[in-house]
């Protein structure tokens, strides 16, 4: 099975920054697109970034020119880079990788998740 950690969440100011980090770990056969999202209380969670093994990205327009994703394919790390942080960015942020076993089988795996409050 594989795990994924993630890091780097916490109590931010508005217009600040923070940096989030997810490793995946495991038995890693091949992980293909990787990902963020997030669930506001009383809310869905929804995607907010995601990317391929080759690096095509795609953004909620509500984060599009705010954050940036990417990846480290030799380290099976996604990070996600929050930049002009606003409070309606409060959520906690989980890490999604689609990965395949050793049969071809394909599958979704989450991290736990990590907060981020964005306040004053």
């Known amino acids: 099975q594989v795990q994924l950690v993630e890091s780097g969440g916490g109590l931010v100011q508005p217009g600040g920054s923070l940096r989030l980090s997810c490793a995946a770990s495991?038995?890693?056969?091949?992980?293909?697109?990787m990902g963020w999202y997030r669930q506001a209380p009383g809310k869905q969670r929804e995607l907010v970034a995601a990317?391929?093994?080759?690096?095509?990205?795609n953004y909620a327009d509500a984060v599009k020119d705010r954050f940036t994703i990417s990846r480290d394919n030799a380290k099976n790390t996604v990070y996600l880079q929050m930049n002009s942080l606003k409070p309606e960015d409060t959520a906690v942020y989980y890490c999604?990788?689609?990965?395949?076993?050793?049969w071809g089988q394909g599958y979704d795996v989450w991290g736990q998740g990590t907060q981020v409050t964005v306040s004053s």
């Open positions: 990317i391929s093994t080759l690096g095509s990205t």
């Open positions: 495991g038995r890693i056969v091949n992980i293909s697109t």
């Open positions: 999604n990788a689609f990965t395949y076993d050793v």
